[in-house]
Nanobody, 121 residues
């Protein structure tokens, strides 16, 4: 079983930055892909970014490319989402998710409780 705890959300002005963290329990963290998703009010949850087990491969939704960076520290069992040049449309609850396979692109089986990000204009 994997437990995920997100932190780092908050209120920020447009153009600002935030760094989200996701601390994972379990011995398999370093061998599985991790992802970030978000759900805006009244919308379905959407994929934001993913990273493979080693950190050597990443993927992003087009709307955040060049602004967000996903990274991981396997020694700390933590995955990060650095968010720069934030826009009001980035406002959402952000969720961390863990896969059961090393490479991203598959399904995610474990989810955190989410952390809220609000970007004011």
């Amino acid at each position: 079983q994997v437990q995920l705890v997100e932190s780092g959300g908050g209120l920020v002005q447009a153009g600002g930055s935030l760094r989200l963290s996701c601390a994972a329990s379990g011995r398999t963290f370093g061998s599985v892909a991790m992802g970030w998703f978000r759900q805006a009010p009244g919308k379905e949850r959407e994929f934001v970014a993913a990273i493979n087990w080693s950190g050597g491969s990443t993927n992003y939704v087009s709307s955040v490319k060049g602004r967000f960076t996903i990274s991981r520290d396997n020694a700390k069992n933590t995955v990060y989402l650095q968010m720069n040049s934030l826009k009001p449309e980035d406002t959402a609850v952000y969720y961390c998710a863990a896969s059961r396979i090393p490479e991203h692109g598959g399904t995610y089986n474990y989810w955190g409780q989410g952390t809220r990000v609000t970007v004011s204009s």
